[in-house]
């Protein structure tokens, strides 16, 4: 999807794609289509774009190459692949808020949750139980059950609740003593309620937000003042892919935070990212003159330097975590 969003942008802006690659490597099948040849490689690790042209200067290029059109189309090109990386986590999330629903608390006095080492669990309450009584009252939602619960300080250190599990009726002397709150350790239930198309647009287009900016945050954090957080290489994400791929939601709700995590880290500033070009197109249009070949050169030395350690301390970090 990434590569798609800027070969869609070529093909809008007039430029040849000369090659739209699935993979890397030796080619395993191939078709012409719409003036570009596709290809299946390989190794199945992302794929890229070729335009003509890309190997091209500005002043040789022709009209339909890549560096034949002028700085701010070139980059436009550039950040269309993070945009569409964008584009494909918000489908997602809205097609999960819409089709599975939003996650919130259920009204009904029904428990969702029991805290590991609390009072409820000591005492035998498991999740799935329904709240009858409370002390003698009948509790119709959670919030009731709430209530009465915060009423129970005022005359007893003790609270009576009965309880139907599968249909036999329990009950539990639950001590609380005199003081302080009052923490059963129970919550509700979480349920998933559909959302309409615009209501979960809207709550995807906040998700995406929460999610950027946090990862703007953490990177923020992490380069200016050294911050402990460990980036997740190619080892980690492949254990958090496993990990969530017994479950549909899970891994569909991981694809489009990887997606985002993907744009983002590609609108960096960064040599031989997207956000490097772009730097560089930038450059040009304010001094309208591209950079010269050797500080071309130069600069995606020094990227390519930049990415291997970045690639190296990630790839650590995943190991050390596999250790612990």
């Known amino acids: 999807?990434?590569?798609?969003?800027?070969?869609?942008?070529?093909?809008w802006l007039g430029i040849k794609v000369e090659t739209f690659s699935l993979g890397f490597g030796p080619i395993l099948a191939s078709?012409?289509?719409w003036n570009t040849l596709w290809t299946l490689r390989l190794i199945p690790l992302?794929?890229?774009i070729k335009p003509a042209g890309i190997d091209k200067r500005p002043e040789d290029a022709k009209k339909n190459e890549y560096f034949g059109k002028v700085w701010y189309r070139r980059l436009v090109v550039a950040y269309a692949g993070p945009a569409m990386n964008f584009v494909l986590a918000f489908a997602v999330f809205v097609g999960l808020l819409m089709f599975r629903g939003m996650p919130k608390y259920s009204t009904a006095p029904i428990i969702g949750e029991v805290q590991s080492g609390s009072l409820a669990e000591k005492a035998g309450l498991l999740p799935g139980d329904t709240i009858n009584y409370i002390n003698q009252e009948r509790p119709k939602t959670w919030n009731e059950v709430h209530q009465m619960l915060l009423r129970t300080r005022k005359y007893r250190n003790y609270v009576e609740l009965w309880a139907n599990r599968n249909g036999e009726r329990l009950y539990f002397e639950i001590f609380i003593g005199w003081h302080g709150p009052i923490t059963l350790g129970i919550s509700p239930r979480v349920i998933a309620v559909r959302q309409g198309f615009f209501t979960a647009a809207k709550e995807s287009a906040l998700i995406c937000t929460f999610q950027v900016t946090e990862t703007a945050k953490l990177l923020a954090a992490k380069f200016s003042r050294g911050d402990k957080t460990q980036f997740m290489?190619?080892?980690g994400i492949y254990q958090a892919v496993a990990q969530a791929s017994s479950d549909w939601v899970e891994s569909l709700s991981l694809m489009a935070i990887l997606s985002l995590s993907i744009g983002i880290f590609n609108l960096l500033p960064i040599p031989l990212l997207d956000g490097g070009w772009g730097l560089l197109f930038i450059w040009e249009g304010i001094t309208r003159k591209y950079p010269s070949a050797k500080a071309i050169y130069?600069?995606?030395l020094a990227g390519l330097a930049f990415l291997g350690l970045f690639l190296l301390y990630a790839s650590c970090?995943?190991?050390v975590r596999l250790l612990d």
Do not use: N
């Open 1 to 11: 999807i990434y590569e798609m969003g800027h070969y869609l942008a070529c093909k």
């Open 31 to 33: 078709t012409t289509f």
């Open 317 to 319: 970090g995943d190991v």
């Open 233 to 235: 290489g190619a080892i």
């Open 46 to 48: 992302g794929g890229f």
């Open 298 to 300: 130069a600069f995606q």
